[in-house]
């Protein structure tokens, strides 16, 4: 019987135990595995284990609060499972009692690992509801103003991201796709809760094959998998593809390409858009010269483009990151106005795209079943905040902010509770970060590895990886229900969540709630039972759960079928409405339009994002740095894997820069540089490449932060010293980490030595 483990980057086989333990091998069936996964038990990662409960230094001996300045630069004090547990509740205790659930934060943002049982978020959010509620997040810092703009222009993003258009049918029928910041295929080695067959660069290989001409419009021009070889690049300054978009639009209304009858019998709301385009509204014409100054795009090519746009069945596709910026509803309002105005929303191989290459299911053609899910339960406290106000929340307790049209004010957080994200990882602006973690009273974070965030802890739990567990796997359109067997005995002391949660709620009285009496394997099969239930209701059956069990895996591509995104809707609007105000594409929302937001009205606009290379800030630091997704691991996950470090240069992270941006500044290849601007350092190593314009660098996150003590100076190549913490809009608040400015200059000095992968210090009592 072969035994299986799903992790986000894909599907493996788990190969008999040999001397040195087992191994992973790629699952048979996978026609483009990751190499991402093959290292997982790798003996470096092992290396950095938390293998025991660990309490910081200052914490345990002067109580919570005492010396907060020195989270992150601490030695660590390692103490038995009981007294730590002792610890954690105790302090829960202490601070609902005396502060109120509302002073206690446990958003605890992240992707931790697959395996939909020990799902870190879902068991720290069921918990803390369990003992009276916590202070949540809503939205992700993947989909921040997208999650919020789009219910009020066509559908929600989860809805969204389920039904595109998949690949088979755009081979068939689309000729020309347009896609704004690629389809990036290194991205789509992941989704979240695991991948059993990678199909994005198939898809593109099929189109190429199809004959299906592609454009790419961004600042990057090898973002588009096997497609790019022959793509048409037009290269575009960052964050200025919303003027590209209106541009575009101009001229289809300017030679009258537009389908009149698709808006009038599908949208509402072009009449102030078109307003808007014109310069009637606003006394400034929406021309291809207009976005030219501001994009760089050359007027003739925006017209060309809009033309062969018209004249084609043409998609139209913006990436994710292009909504994690400065104004990001923008380009995504706009993109979605613009394929209104073609009229092709609702036809095979026609309309837009809202990320495809961002994940494995975008486009995917495997059926939507439902998986198991760990119920939350039912929030103790209504207090929230946009996920990626964390820092604003901490720095200024009683500071009002709004979110889609409402007005909330932050809590005063007393205890943060993290399990299964790393924020010294993936917020914007960490230096700011860190003066905002000197706040809380108590910090505790359950971790598999010694990551950044663990060491900024005051008390450390050692959690299990999923080799190390029971679940089940499973992702929203992908093809394999997965039995996850324990493959491995638990590294040192770590638990599971589900046992760490379970002590502690033994601890505050509220075992009965959180556990229901069940263990793990009670839990997998309820979960299962549940899950098996509804997808009978929808013509998909699954085996009982002892079969399943038994199998290790289902197979699910039965159900596959190619998909139009919204072509019901497009077909009769009538009777299949959108759950807009309207039940109308609404490319002016009223609604929008009546929170009376200046950073976002009632219809897509350009406006000045808060630093570009046309801004007074580029004058001091005249390059627009892109922080994307990494190639080589997910995030800050398996970063000191030998396949992450294989694309390393003396240890830092590479940043990709153009050769004429080098040459002015005396860089090399491989040379180190230190990228800088008012908000931090870091260091890394130039790679020089024609495939990024000039003005513009690539850092990808995800290098583990090592900020060195005195200097503050980065030593690795994390991204987010330098990224701007502020919000998307007023509308979403969501992340905007793609809109920062720096300067970079070759690094003269000595290389420091690298800290990111040492453990803490440990010192006894
Ligand atoms: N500059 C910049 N910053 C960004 C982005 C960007 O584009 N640019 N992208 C953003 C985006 S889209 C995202 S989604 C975030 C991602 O940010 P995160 O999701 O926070 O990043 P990960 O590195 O995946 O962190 C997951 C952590 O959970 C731990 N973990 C895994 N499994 C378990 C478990 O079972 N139990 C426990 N207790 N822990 C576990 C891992 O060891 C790891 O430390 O980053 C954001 N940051
Ligand atoms: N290997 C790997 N894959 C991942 C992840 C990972 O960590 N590793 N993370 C996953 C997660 S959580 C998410 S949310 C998705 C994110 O998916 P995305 O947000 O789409 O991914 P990014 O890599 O940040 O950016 C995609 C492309 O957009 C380009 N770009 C950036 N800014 C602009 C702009 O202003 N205009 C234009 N035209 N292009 C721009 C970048 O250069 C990059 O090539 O990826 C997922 N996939
Ligand atoms: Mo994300």
């Avoid at 938390?50 to 200052?58: D, F, G, K, L």
């Avoid at 003027?243 to 300017?254: N, P, T």
């Avoid at 198991?372 to 209504?382: D, F, K, Y």
């Avoid at 690795?716 to 990224?723: A, E, I, K, R, S």
Wanted: net charge negative; proline share 6%; charged share 20%.
């Amino acid at each position: 019987m072969t035994n299986y483990t799903l992790s986000h980057w894909g599907l493996y086989e788990v190969a008999p135990a040999g001397d040195a333990g087992p191994a992973l091998v790629p699952f048979r069936d996978d026609p483009d595995p990751s190499p991402i996964g093959l290292h997982a038990l790798d003996p470096e990662l092992t290396r950095l284990r938390v293998r025991r409960p660990a309490i910081r230094e200052s914490w345990l001996r002067g109580g919570p609060g005492a010396v907060p300045e020195r989270r992150g630069r601490d030695a660590f004090v390692e103490v038995s499972w009981g007294e730590a547990l002792d610890f954690v509740a105790g302090d829960i205790d202490r601070v609902r009692r005396q502060f109120g659930n509302r002073s206690i934060f446990a958003g605890s943002y992240g992707w931790s690992s697959a395996g939909r049982f020990h799902h870190a978020q879902s068991q720290v959010h069921r918990f803390m509801n369990a003992a009276g509620g916590y202070v949540r997040h809503v939205d992700s810092y993947s989909l921040g103003a997208a999650n919020v703009i789009l219910p009020h222009v066509v559908a929600g993003m989860d809805d969204m991201m389920a039904s595109h258009t998949s690949w088979d049918v755009m081979a068939r029928h689309t000729e020309l796709f347009v896609t704004f910041g690629g389809v990036p295929v290194k991205n789509a080695q992941m989704n979240a809760g695991g991948v059993g067959h990678h199909g994005v660069a198939k898809g593109l290989a099929a189109m190429r094959d199809a004959g299906v001409r592609f454009v790419n419009i961004g600042p990057v021009r090898d973002n588009l998998g096997a497609a790019g070889t022959d793509a048409e690049w037009i290269a575009c300054r960052p964050n200025t593809d919303t003027a590209v978009m209106l541009a575009l639009g101009y001229v289809l209304i300017a030679e009258a390409l537009h389908d009149r009858k698709f808006l009038a019998r599908c949208c509402v709301g072009f009449e102030q858009f078109e307003t808007y385009l014109t310069g009637a509204a606003d006394g400034v014409a929406k021309t291809p010269e207009w976005a030219e100054a501001i994009s760089d795009v050359p007027a003739a090519t925006i017209i060309s483009l809009a033309r062969r746009m018209a004249a084609s069945r043409t998609l139209l596709n913006v990436s994710w990151s292009m909504q994690r910026a400065s104004h990001g509803e923008q380009p995504f309002w706009a993109v979605i106005s613009l394929a209104a105005m073609l009229g092709q929303i609702g036809l095979p191989g026609g309309g837009f795209g809202v990320g495809y290459g961002a994940a494995n299911l975008v486009g995917s053609s495997h059926a939507r079943v439902k998986g198991p899910t760990l119920s939350q339960l039912r929030a103790g406290i209504p207090d929230f905040i946009p996920v990626a106000r964390i820092a604003d929340m901490l720095l200024q307790p009683g500071a009002p902010f709004t979110y889609n049209g409402q007005s909330y004010v932050y809590p005063d957080i007393r205890l943060v509770y993290w399990a299964g994200g790393n924020p010294f990882h993936h917020h914007q602006d960490l230096n700011r970060l860190r003066r905002a973690w000197q706040k809380p009273e108590t910090i505790v974070v359950n971790e598999q590895y010694w990551t950044a965030t663990a060491k900024h802890a005051d008390i450390v739990l050692p959690a299990t990886t999923t080799l190390e567990r029971d679940d089940i796997g499973s992702a929203t359109l992908e093809a394999y229900f997965v039995a996850m067997k324990r493959a491995i005995p638990p590294a040192g002391e770590a638990r599971d969540d589900y046992d760490i949660f379970a002590a502690l709620s033994a601890r505050l009285g509220c075992a009965a709630t959180f556990t229901e009496n069940l263990d793990t394997m009670g839990w997998l099969r309820r979960l299962y039972a549940e899950c098996r239930q509804i997808n009978q209701g929808r013509g998909i059956d699954l085996p009982d759960f002892d079969d399943f069990w038994r199998a290790g895996i289902v197979d699910l591509t039965s159900h596959d079928r190619p998909a139009t995104m919204l072509a019901d809707f497009a077909a009769d609007p009538q009777s299949h409405p959108l759950g807009t105000p309207s039940g109308r594409i609404e490319i002016h929302s009223d609604r929008v339009a009546g929170f009376a937001l200046p950073d976002c009205p009632g219809h897509a606009v350009w406006r000045e994002p808060a630093e570009w290379l046309g801004s007074e800030t580029a004058k001091r630091f005249p390059l627009h740095l892109l922080t994307d997704q990494p190639a080589r691991r997910l995030h800050s996950q398996l970063d000191a894997s030998p396949h992450s470090l294989a694309g390393k240069i003396a240890g830092r992270e590479p940043i990709y820069l153009n050769p004429a941006d080098a040459a002015a500044r005396g860089i090399s290849q491989d040379q180190i540089v230190e990228i800088f601007n008012d908000r931090g350092r870091c260091l890394a190593a130039a790679i020089l490449t024609d495939d990024i314009m000039p003005g513009v660098a690539r850092l990808s996150t995800g290098a583990w932060y090592d900020p060195d003590p005195d200097t503050g100076l980065d030593r690795h190549g994390n991204p987010n010293v330098l990224t701007l913490d502020a919000p998307a809009s007023s509308l979403s608040q969501g992340c905007s980490a793609q809109t920062c400015l720096v300067e970079i200059a070759a690094w003269r000095g000595e290389l420091p030595r690298l800290g990111a992968f040492d453990m803490p210090v440990f010192v006894g009592r």
